[in-house]
């Protein structure tokens, strides 16, 4: 198990995006102890930012070799989020785009894995089968383009906020998308931020268990229970010593990877050093946990 930290734990500074360019945030968190990153296509992709300039092509393969000069490596990304049956969205042209060149970005990165979110969007009189259907049918192609580009799909869990049917927020809906997809690049990311709010969730050591060796990169996040403050381990009411025994319990082969912009967003950019030396500190010990 390798330490690895999103690019959002530094690019963001409350709500301003790009304070920190990519390349700074694999600088500073090289010095502070990261030298594997989960690259984040959903704030790199925001007006503004490189995903989302028409040189995002040379854009990437600029930054690639800039990592590459470091000594750094990219473990995973999170595609852009979209969903073809959010209501909410009115450019139906540009959030496909964005999604393709954040498949294709993954490609030029090299990663092993693409973070993505199930369709989950709620639809009226739809069964858990129907929203297994609709995932089959729309991510199919996409797991072929990844395959070609050397890379697989990591399905996120999803929250459930209430009594009120959420499709893959659980482990049972999860491993049955990537039993049904039947292919060797499509796993599971859990996220402990977002389990640890899931109304359907009482164990997470029991959904990871029903994971099993499909869970092939997570999303490590704290939070009290009611939001997804996406704060540091131990910050929160995470047991993560019993999540990490747990994963090494099931031989979880894949990163500790942050998704912790919630902890860094409103540090000083003064202390933003001392605040990554300080995450990884806690990620070495927990991976310290893991390999007891």
């Known amino acids: 198990m390798r330490l690895s930290t999103s690019t959002n734990l530094l690019d963001k500074v409350f709500d301003d995006f790009g304070v920190i360019s990519p390349e700074r945030c694999l600088e500073i968190g090289l010095e502070s102890g990261f030298n594997v990153f989960d690259f984040n296509f959903c704030d790199q992709g925001r007006p503004g930012r490189p995903v989302a300039q028409d040189n995002w092509y040379d854009s990437l393969v600029s930054f690639k070799k800039f990592a590459d000069e470091l000594g750094v490596t990219f473990s995973q990304t999170h595609l852009h989020m979209y969903d073809p049956n959010d209501p909410r969205i009115t450019d139906h042209g540009w959030e496909r785009e964005l999604l393709q060149r954040s498949i294709v970005g993954t490609g030029i990165l090299k990663a092993d894995w693409a973070v993505t979110h199930p369709l989950h969007e709620f639809k009226e ?151 990554t030396i300080h995450v990884a500190d806690i990620g070495r010990y927990l991976i310290g946990v893991f390999k007891q």
């Open 125 to 275: 009189n739809y069964s858990r089968q129907d929203y297994l259907k609709l995932n089959l049918d729309y991510y199919g192609p996409i797991l072929e383009e990844a395959d070609k580009l050397g890379f697989g799909l990591s399905f996120e869990n999803m929250v459930q906020w209430d009594g009120t049917y959420e499709y893959a927020c659980n482990g049972e809906d999860l491993a049955e998308l990537v039993d049904a997809f039947k292919r060797s690049n499509a796993g599971v990311c859990w996220d402990f931020g977002h389990a640890n709010i899931s109304f359907c969730i009482k164990d997470q050591a029991d959904e990871l268990r029903l994971i099993g060796s499909r869970l092939k990169s997570t999303h490590i996040a704290d939070n009290h229970g009611h939001a997804d403050e996406h704060l540091a381990p131990f910050y929160g009411h995470v047991d993560w010593h019993r999540m990490m025994r747990t994963l090494k319990e099931i031989d979880y082969k894949g990163d500790f990877t942050y998704e912790i912009q919630g902890f860094s967003n409103p540090v000083p950019l003064e202390v933003r050093r001392t605040m």
